[in-house]
């Protein structure tokens, strides 16, 4: 399987989840943090495609949760 191939299936995955999950974002911020996490992980020689939606979805919670503004964070008290 080419690299472009296992890019788009990649993509795919961890896109179709984290949109069944209700957990995307923005689409053009959202498609930008996962090729981003693939990109990083194919510099590493990964090549599976699982294993690329995988550490994808956890890099896009990661920028999900940084980027979420302060109040959101906040515990609320009767």
Known sequence: MSIRCTVESAFFIAWSFLE???E???PDESANVLLDAIEAQLRT???RQ???ANKAIDAYRAH???SRPAHDCEARFG
């Open 45 to 47: 020689g990964e090549r």
């Open 20 to 22: 069944q999950s209700g």
């Open 50 to 52: 699982l294993m690329l």
């Open 64 to 66: 999900a949760e940084k």
């Open 24 to 26: 995307l974002g923005p």
